[in-house]
Each structure stands twice: as structure tokens, then as C-alpha cells.
């Protein structure tokens, strides 16, 4: 459910307060300095007139704000006080903005991409009413080195080509049918912004080949967390990178793997590793099946021994009467 903020019914002596809080509430919090009083969308008393809808989708925070003009500035005691960081995609949808963060500056209008870390100082500046849409990721869930997310943050991402020229279009759609999201899809939506926005760190840090390596891995890890899920498949896996099924196939050609197969032995691995939890008492060969996404016994029966040379009954028993360790979850499997 949306949330609407506003200062549209806060006396005029409570505005400035009253925004400051709307804006620690919807993104993070931060120091609001209004522009003089000079017809720039300001008040008269100098306080800043605005609006806020927020809005949650998975773990991502999403904000569309129409405010006048102004400063915000995150400092070291704001971070200090609400210390878990984000990383902020801010379009700007109008009017201009100028950011800077790391002894870096960068200034967008109308359509531009602003990228900056909650975690370290900055500034916004805001010189004309705007209307800008934020989608904060959570650093955590990012997965990106420290060093790779510092050469993106605090600058202006291209939106003409590349990356860019995606992230835009789909964040705002994002931002815009967040409310009517089913639960079940915000989940996968989310999946997929965080996976698009390291995609885009990668193209910035490691361009030419090196970006297709980094989507691929991309790609191997997105495989991994979804494992479980019976419907993962190349299709699945394509959507939620925003690419075709055609030029997926096109980047594990180098692989000497196929995209359906990998999904296939990673599961046939998680399998083998959790048969010998428990021995004999452990779960069920149905069961262990069906946790790592096969939805036939028999399938997944036929499967492994074709992998393992071995029913799963077997291959627990004799793995078990060996005492042997867990398998090695990458053989066989491509890497």
C-alpha cells in the first residue's frame, strides 16, 4: 500500500519540520535547506512545499517527490543515526539536479540518472521545483565490491545507450506500478532491479569483455538463489536479466554448458549434499527432490544416476557406510 505524505495542510511555521521528517521517513535522513523565497517554488516564508508517495516492493524503497527548491544534505551524524545503507538510482523526472558525493559533482535534467551511496556524505541541490522517482536497493543485497560500487556512486550514468538506456525506462515503470504489484511479483521484480543495477556497475567498471563475465557470473548466481523454485528455467532466468532467451544462450556458449543443464546439475548437487545430512534418517529422497525444484521423484530418480552413476537410495547408502564427506558442488557443472 502506498504511502502518502505531504505539507500541504502543515501550518506554515511547521512545514520546514514537518518536511524534513517526510523525507528521513521516505528515503533516509538528511539536513533540508530551502532556497530563498524567489518565485522558485518556495514559499514565501521560506519553507519548501511538497509530496511524497512511497512505496516498498521486496526489500527496495521506492519514492516519487514533488517538492520546491532546495538542498539535502546527509551527513556523517544523519548516517550515523540510521547507519543501514543504500544505494539510491535517482531519475530525475523534472526540473534539475546536482550531486555530490565523494569529491565527485554531477548534475542531471529531465530523464537523467543520478547514483549515489546513503552510507557516505552528500549533497543534493535542487535549484527549481522538481519531480524526481528514488528506488533505494539495500547494499546488502547487492553483492558488489566495495571498490566497483565507489566508481559508479556520486556520478551521472549515461541513459542514451547501454545499461542506462534500460535501467531508466524499467525503474520508472517500477516505481509507477509498485502499488498494484502482487506480493508474489514484487519479489521477482525486486530480483530483477538488483541484478539490472549490478549489471550496470559492471558495464561502468569493467566494460568489453569483461562485463559479459560479470553477467554471466551474474546470471550463475541468480541460478543458485533460485534453485528451489520449480519454475526456474532459461526463460525465467532471461526475464529477470532483461535479456532474450536467444542471447542467453548465446553467452554460456563459451560455457561448455547449456543454461537448462546448469540448472539441472546445480540441483543435482544441492541434492547429493543435503542426502547425507542424517544418514539413513535423514529426509526423504522425495522430499530432498522437491526442495531443490524437481517436481517428478522419478525424473529426478533418473536424473542422478545419469550424473552420479547411482540412484539417490545408493548413493546415500554407500556414501554413508564410506563415511565420505559432502560432494564437490562444482563437478561437473561447468565452472
Known amino acids: 500500500m502506498s504511502l502518502f505524505l505531504t505539507t500541504d495542510a502543515t501550518p506554515a511555521g511547521e512545514r520546514l519540520a514537518h518536511w524534513r521528517d517526510i523525507v528521513g521517513r521516505a528515503l533516509v535522513p538528511m539536513r533540508v535547506t530551502p532556497y530563498a523565497p524567489d518565485g522558485n517554488g518556495t514559499g514565501a516564508d521560506g519553507t519548501v512545499p511538497g509530496r511524497i508517495v512511497a512505496d516498498r516492493l521486496g526489500p527496495l524503497r521506492l519514492s516519487t517527490i514533488e517538492a520546491g527548491a532546495q538542498r539535502l544534505i546527509r551527513t556523517r551524524a544523519d548516517i550515523a543515526r540510521s547507519p543501514r545503507p543504500f544505494v539510491a538510482a535517482h531519475i530525475q523526472t523534472s526540473g534539475r539536479a546536482e550531486l555530490r558525493q565523494d569529491g565527485r559533482t554531477a548534475t542531471v535534467e529531465a530523464g537523467g540518472l543520478l547514483v549515489h551511496d546513503t ?77 539490472l543495477f549490478g549489471t550496470l556497475v559492471a558495464e561502468r567498471t569493467r566494460p568489453g569483455e569483461g562485463a559479459r563475465d560479470d553477467l554471466v557470473r551474474r546470471i550463475r548466481d541468480h541460478i543458485d538463489r533460485h534453485l528451489a523454485d520449480p519454475g526456474l528455467s532459461p526463460e525465467t532466468v532471461a526475464a529477470a536479466h532483461h535479456i532474450s532467451v536467444r542471447y542467453l544462450h548465446r553467452l554460456f556458449e563459451t560455457e561448455n554448458i547449456t543454461v537448462g543443464r546448469l540448472i539441472q546439475r546445480r540441483r543435482l548437487a544441492r541434492c547429493a549434499r543435503e542426502l547425507l545430512r542424517g544418514g539413513a534418517a535423514g529426509p526423504s529422497v522425495a522430499a530432498v527432490a522437491h526442495r531443490w525444484g524437481f517436481v517428478s521423484s522419478a525424473h529426478f530418480s533418473r536424473s542422478f544416476r545419469g550424473v552420479y552413476g547411482h540412484s539417490p537410495r545408493e548413493w546415500r547408502a554407500l556414501k554413508t557406510a564410506a563415511v565420505s564427506g559432502a560432494p564437490d558442488e562444482t563437478a561437473g557443472i561447468g565452472h
Not at 137 to 157: C, E, F, I, M, S
Not at 170 to 183: E, H, I, R
Open 119 to 195: 552510507a557516505r556524505p552528500y549533497t543534493l541541490d535542487f535549484p527549481e521545483p522538481f519531480v524526481c522517482r528514488t528506488v533505494l536497493l539495500p547494499r546488502h543485497a547487492l553483492d558488489l565490491p566495495d571498490d566497483d560500487l565507489r566508481r559508479v556512486t556520486g556520478t551521472a550514468v549515461g541513459t542514451d545507450a547501454g545499461v542506462g538506456a534500460i535501467l531508466v525506462p524499467f525503474l520508472t515503470t517500477l516505481v509507477a506500478s509498485a502499488p498494484s504489484c502482487p506480493p508474489a511479483i514484487a519479489d521477482r521484480l525486486a530480483a530483477g532491479a538488483l541484478d
